[in-house]
């Protein structure tokens, strides 16, 4: 069964930079879109960055111009480089397909921005 791990998240200050990292299993990575989600307390998941299998990415307004989605199909992993962190960008971030298999959701890794 694919798993998919997350990685890199910590305490980091407002304006400091993260990069996440996201191992699967199997060759899920290569084979379908991939997306970085985050759900902050009391808020509901969200899509923030997403790739596509021929490499287009997208992103939520909120992180445009902040964050990067990229993926190596060789070693099964998606990363999420993150820049000018603010604290709302503090949530346990995920990754998964896109559209999210409910099946594929892991533990997630927590990002927290804060002085």
């Known amino acids: 069964q694919v798993q998919l791990v997350e990685s890199g998240g910590g305490l980091v200050q407002p304006g400091g930079s993260l990069r996440l990292s996201c191992v699967a299993s199997?060759?899920?990575?290569?084979?379908?879109?991939m997306g970085w989600y985050r759900q902050a307390p009391g808020k509901q998941r969200e899509l923030v960055a997403a790739?596509?299998?021929?490499?287009?990415?997208n992103y939520a307004d909120s992180v445009t111009g902040r964050f990067t989605i990229s993926r190596d199909s060789a070693r099964n992993t998606v990363y999420l480089q993150m820049n000018s962190l603010k604290p709302e960008d503090t949530a346990v971030y995920y990754c998964?397909?896109?559209?999210?298999?409910?099946?594929?959701w892991g533990q997630g890794t927590q990002v927290t921005v804060s002085s």
């Open positions: 998964n397909t896109d559209p999210a298999l409910v099946h594929l």
């Open positions: 199997g060759r899920i990575v290569s084979l379908n879109a």
């Open positions: 790739i596509t299998r021929g490499g287009i990415t």
